[in-house]
C-alpha cells in the first residue's frame, strides 16, 4: 500500500525524478532484493526433526507446520442493493433487511515440522467450531480435544489434539467459521454508495476485503504471518444478483463463483470483492461506479496501467505472474491502495480522473499510486519479507521504482525527490529487530514515511554507490557459469554497506570546515578553498544533511543571491532544508536558516520554494498564534509577490502553462502561499473568481489545477454564504476529484461556529466517510481557526474518529502543540484513553511538543527581531 495520500501532491512531489545516474543502479535493487533472499523467503524444515515437544508460543505463531494451501468457501449474506425506505417507485419491489453475516469453511493443508499436540492459527472476531483433522498420508483422522481461544493480542486459536502429529507428515483442518462484515474498513467490510441512474433512489453496497497487515485472520482461521505462504483457492456462495472479484481468475459458476488457485503467497495479500452486477468493468478490468465507467474517468487509469506493467517486466525481466489484473475503484478503503495480487483496490479518488474537472496534477497522483502498487506485484508479493519489522523492504522498495515508472510513462511530471523526516529520537531503524516488532499494533506503526520514505531515499543512495560492476554481476545472479562466491561477496559488500543505513535510526550529518579542510562523520580531507564556497552531496544522492562552516554557509546563501543558477537547483532546494533542519538540531544559528530564504525573491524554480514552504510551515505553527505572525506575513509576502505575478495572466485568464508540469506546481504553489500570506490581489482574485462560480452555477472562470486554493481562500474570506455554497456543491458532486478539494475547502473558514459544525459533520457517515474522518479533522486542525476545536473533538470522540487513521489524527491535530499546557493535555491523553495503533505516534507527539516549547523559548525573540527588520515600511 502507499502512504496514506492525506499527501496527495506532497506525496506525489516527494520522492520523484531521480537523477539519470541512478537509472543504471536501479537494477542493482534487484541485486540486493535477491541476497537479501534470506530475510524473505519461508524457512525450510530441518533435514533432522526434534522429537522434543516446543513450548507455548509468545505472539508468533510456532513453525512447527508449514501451511501448503488453503480451500476456502465463503457465503457472504449482504444485499449489493436495497431501494431506500419510502421510495415508492417500484411498489412491487421489496426492501430487504440488510444482514452482514458472513459463513463459511476453510481446510488448510499443511506439513508438520515438528512433532505437536497443537495448531497454532490466527483467528480475530469469528465463531470458529466443527475441527476435523485428518491425516493425509493414512487418510484418518485425528482425534480433536478441544478448541482454544486466546484473548489477548496474540489473536491465536488453538486446535487441541488427543493424539501428536507428527514430524514429516501431511495433515489438514477443517474449520467452520462465521463472522460480520465489518463497518469499519478492516477484514471483510462494506463500502457504500448511491445508484445516481436509478430512477428511485437505491443504496448499494460492496462487501470487500483489506487484510494488510493482520487481518485475515477476521475473515477465516489462517497462519496469518507474511512468510507463511500457501496457495489460496477459493469459492464464494453469493446473491444471484451480484459478481465476485478476486486474486485469481474465476471459473464458471452463478450463485456459486469458483477461482482458479492462486500462486503462494501470504495471507494478506487475498482478497474478494461481492458487488452488484451494475458496478461496472473496463475491458481492461479497472472497475468503478458505473457512472464512472461511463464517463471514462477510469480511461487515464487503464492508459497508464499497461504501460507501466510493460516498463517494469522490461526492468525486472520477470513476466507478472497472474492470469488477469484487476483494479478496483472502492468508494470506501483505507488506505489509499492495497497491493492484493491480481486485484488491486483502491480509494475512488486516486484511481479515477475527470477531464474538465480533475486538476492536471491530479495525474501525478494516479501515476504514483499506480506504479506504487504495480511494483509491489514484484516487491511484496513475488517476493515478500520475512517479518513485519523488514515492512521497509515491500515499501521501500515499490517507492523507489514506482518514480522511475512513472518518469518512463509521463517525464513531463517532472517528479523531484527530499529527504524523509527522521530525527526524532523516538524514530525507528528501518528494520528493527524481529522482537521489537510483536503485536498488530506494533507492525501498523512501521506504515509510516521512515518505510516508505526513507527506505526509498537509501536505496537511492546505494544505486548510486554500487555502480554499474555490480549491477551487471547482479543482473546475471542466477547464471550457472558464475564463479563460485561472486554473487556471496558481493552480497556482503552490500550487507556491510547497508547495515548501519537499516539497523539505526536517523541520518548523519557530514560538518565540511573550509578553513581548515577537515570533515567529520566521513574518513576524507577537503583541502582549504581559500575564499571560494565548498558544494558537497551535488544532487543530493547521498542519505545524510551536510554542514558547513559559517564562512562557507555565507559564501554559498551570498552566491545564491547573486547568481543561483551555479548551484545546481537539487542542492538549491537541499541548502534550504539542511539549514532549517540544521537550526533545528541547534547545529547552526536559527537565522542562518532564515538567510537562506533571501534569495527566493528572484527565484522561480519549484524545489527551492517547495522547500522553503515546507520549512516555514514549522515557523508558522509555532508563530501563528504570536505577535511573530504579523511581520512574518509581511515578509512573506514581499519575497512571493514577484513568482505570484510572473503568473498572473495565467491565473486570471484560468489557464495553466500546459507545457510544463513543474510550471503547474510553481503557479499552485505561488498562488497559496500569496493568498495565505495575506496579498491582498491574491485574495481579490480568488473571491471574485468564487463569487462568479457562485452566480453563474459554472466553475469555467476557475481552472481545475487552482480549485483547491480559491475555494479555500474564498471560504476562508466569506462567512456562511459561500461555506454553504461549497457544502451543497459537496454533497451534490459525484466527481471524487472535486469532493476532495471541497471537502478540505470547508475547513478553510475562520467563524468558529462553521467549523463546529464541520466537526459534528464527520460524526455522520452519510456526510463524511469514515475513511474521510482523520483526514477533515486534520484539515480543521490546519487552520489556527480550527486547533483546540479539533483537540477537544477528537477526546470527546475517540472511539469512533479513531477508527479511521488513527495515527495521521494525532499526528495533524498535535503539530501546533508548543504550550506546558498543550503537553499536560497530551500526556493526560497518553495515559487516559486507549490508544491501540495510535500509541507511537502519541510518543512522538510528546516528544515533539517538548521539542517545540524549548524552541520557541529559544528562538521567539531573534526571529520576531530578524522579520521585523525585513517588514517593509508601511505607505
Known amino acids: 500500500m502507499p502512504l496514506k495520500f492525506g499527501m496527495s501532491k506532497a506525496f506525489a512531489i516527494a520522492f520523484g525524478v531521480m537523477t539519470a545516474s541512478a537509472i543504471g543502479g536501479m537494477f542493482t535493487m534487484i541485486i540486493l532484493y535477491k541476497t537479501e533472499t534470506h530475510n524473505m523467503t519461508m524457512t525450510p524444515p530441518p533435514t533432522q526433526p526434534s522429537t522434543t515437544l516446543p513450548p507455548p508460543p509468545v505472539m508468533r505463531l510456532p513453525k512447527t ?51 505437536t499436540m497443537s495448531i497454532f492459527l490466527n483467528s480475530k472476531d469469528l465463531t470458529v467450531d466443527a475441527p476435523v483433522v485428518r491425516n493425509k498420508d493414512t487418510n484418518k483422522n485425528v482425534p480433536v480435544s478441544g478448541l482454544k481461544h486466546y484473548d489477548d493480542e496474540s489473536d491465536f486459536l488453538e486446535v487441541q489434539l488427543k493424539e501428536p502429529l507428527e514430524a514429516g507428515g501431511n495433515y489438514s483442518l477443517l474449520l467452520a467459521f462465521r463472522g460480520d462484515v465489518s463497518d469499519n474498513l478492516e477484514g471483510l467490510y462494506v ?39 500457501a496457495v489460496f483457492q477459493l469459492t464464494v456462495i453469493h446473491r444471484p444478483e451480484t459478481k465476485v472479484v478476486a486474486n485469481a481468475k474465476a471459473l464458471d459458476g452463478w450463485k456459486y463463483t469458483w477461482f482458479e488457485p492462486t500462486p503462494k503467497m501470504s495471507t494478506y495479500l487475498f482478497a474478494f470483492m461481492v458487488v452488484d452486477n451494475t458496478f461496472d468493468f ?17 480511461n487515464y487509469a487503464t492508459d497508464i496501467t499497461g504501460r507501466i506493467l510493460d516498463f517494469y517486466e522490461g526492468e525486472f525481466e520477470i513476466k507478472y505472474r497472474m492470469r488477469k489484473l484487476d483494479q478496483i475503484a472502492l468508494p470506501d478503503l483505507y488506505p489509499a491502495g492495497m497491493e492484493n495480487w491480481g486485484m488491486i483496490t483502491y480509494q475512488e479518488g486516486v484511481l479515477l480522473y475527470e477531464e474538465g474537472v480533475s486538476s492536471l496534477l491530479h495525474k501525478e497522483e494516479i501515476a504514483t499510486v499506480i506504479a506504487h502498487e504495480l511494483a509491489h506485484q514484484w516487491f511484496g508479493n513475488l517476493v515478500t519479507m520475512k517479518w513485519w519489522n523488514d515492512l521497509w523492504l515491500n515499501e521501500g522498495f515499490a517507492t523507489y521504482f514506482s518514480y522511475f515508472a512513472v ?37 501498523l506503526g512501521l506504515f509510516d514515511s521512515i ?75 577537503f583541502n582549504s578553498s581559500k575564499g571560494e564556497w565548498i558544494l558537497a552531496n551535488i544532487n543530493c544522492t547521498g542519505y545524510y544533511r551536510v554542514n558547513y562552516n559559517p564562512e562557507n554557509w555565507e559564501r554559498l546563501l551570498t552566491q ?14 537541499q541548502l534550504v532544508d539542511d539549514a532549517f533542519n540544521l537550526a533545528r538540531a541547534k547545529l547552526v544559528n536559527v537565522t542562518l536558516a532564515l538567510n537562506s530564504t533571501l534569495f527566493l525573491k528572484n527565484e522561480t524554480e519549484f524545489l527551492p520554494w517547495e522547500s522553503a514552504v515546507m520549512n516555514l510551515e514549522y515557523f508558522i505553527l509555532m508563530f501563528d498564534r504570536s505577535e511573530v505572525y504579523g511581520p512574518m506575513q509581511a515578509y512573506l ?46 485574495i481579490e482574485m480568488a473571491t471574485e473568481k468564487y463569487a462568479d462560480w457562485m452566480e453563474s452555477n459554472t466553475t469555467n472562470s476557475i481552472h481545475p489545477n487552482l480549485r483547491s486554493v480559491i475555494y479555500c481562500q474564498a471560504v476562508a474570506a466569506g462567512g456562511k454564504e459561500e461555506w454553504e455554497f461549497a457544502w451543497d456543491r459537496y454533497l451534490t458532486s459525484s466527481d471524487t476529484s472535486e469532493k476532495e478539494q471541497l471537502r478540505r475547502a470547508l475547513s478553510c473558514t475562520r467563524k468558529i461556529w462553521l467549523l463546529s459544525r464541520y466537526l459534528d459533520y464527520t460524526l455522520d457517515p452519510e456526510k463524511i466517510r ?106
Open 191 to 229: 463500502s457504500r454508495y448511491t445508484d445516481e441512474a436509478s430512477p428511485g433512489e437505491q443504496k448499494l453496497f460492496i462487501a470487500v476485503t483489506n487484510l494488510q497487515p493482520t487481518d485475515a485472520r477476521r475473515v477465516f482461521p489462517c497462519f496469518d504471518e507474511p512468510d507463511m505462504k
Open 560 to 573: 545564491l543571491q547573486i547568481n543561483r543558477h551555479r548551484i545546481p537547483l537539487m542542492n538549491r532546494g
Open 282 to 298: 473496463t475491458t481492461s478490468s479497472t472497475y468503478a461506479r458505473p457512472e464512472a465507467v461511463g464517463a471514462g474517468h477510469t
Open 451 to 525: 518505510s516508505y520514505s526513507k527506505g526509498a531515499m537509501v536505496l537511492r543512495m546505494l544505486a548510486n554507490r554500487v555502480g554499474q560492476n555490480i549491477f551487471d554481476k547482479g543482473i546475471n545472479a542466477e547464471n550457472e557459469n558464475r564463479a563460485p562466491g561472486e554473487t556471496a561477496r558481493s552480497a556482503n559488500s552490500i550487507a556491510e554497506f547497508m547495515g548501519p543505513w537499516t539497523k539505526q535510526s536517523g541520518y548523519p550529518v557530514v560538518s565540511i570546515n573550509t578553513t581548515d579542510g577537515r570533515v567529520f562523520q566521513k574518513q576524507f580531507l
Open 770 to 875: 469514515l475513511m474521510d474522518v482523520a483526514s477533515t479533522i486534520n484539515y480543521i486542525a490546519q487552520n489556527a481557526a480550527g486547533q483546540a476545536l479539533a483537540w477537544n473533538f477528537i477526546r470527546a470522540h475517540w472511539n469512533y474518529v479513531s477508527q479511521g487513521d488513527a495515527t495521521a489524527l494525532i499526528a495533524g491535530v498535535t503539530r501546533r502543540f508548543s504550550t506546558q499546557f498543550e503537553l499536560e493535555e497530551l500526556t493526560r491523553f497518553e495515559a487516559d484513553y486507549d490508544l491501540r495503533g495510535a500509541y507511537r505516534v502519541v510518543s512522538l507527539a510528546i516528544e515533539q511538543t517538548r521539542v517545540n516549547i524549548q524552541w520557541v523559548k529559544e528562538n521567539k525573540d531573534v526571529v520576531l527581531q530578524w522579520f521585523e527588520q525585513r517588514t517593509p515600511p508601511a505607505v
Open 637 to 682: 509576502q514581499e519575497q512571493v509577490k514577484e513568482l505570484y505575478n510572473s503568473f498572473i495572466n495565467y491565473t486570471n485568464s484560468a489557464t495553466v502553462p500546459l507545457h510544463d508540469h513543474s510550471l503547474q506546481h510553481t503557479q499552485l504553489l505561488a498562488i497559496q502561499l500569496a493568498c495565505s500570506s495575506g496579498l491582498p490581489e491574491c
Open 407 to 443: 518518469d518512463k510513462v509521463e517525464p513531463t511530471f517532472n517528479i523531484v525527490s527530499f529527504i524523509s523526516p527522521d530525527s526524532l529520537a523516538s524514530s525507528h531503524p528501518l528494520s528493527p529487530a524481529p522482537g521489537d516488532i510483536q503485536t498488530t499494533d506494533e507492525i
Open 65 to 115: 507446520l508449514v501451511p501448503q494451501k488453503y480451500d476456502i468457501v465463503l457465503w457472504v449474506h449482504l444485499y449489493t442493493k436495497i431501494i431506500v425506505e419510502g421510495n415508492m417507485t417500484n411498489p412491487n419491489i421489496t426492501t430487504p433487511n440488510q444482514t452482514m453475516l458472513f459463513t463459511g469453511n476453510s481446510t488448510v493443508h499443511f506439513h508438520c515440522v515438528q512433532k
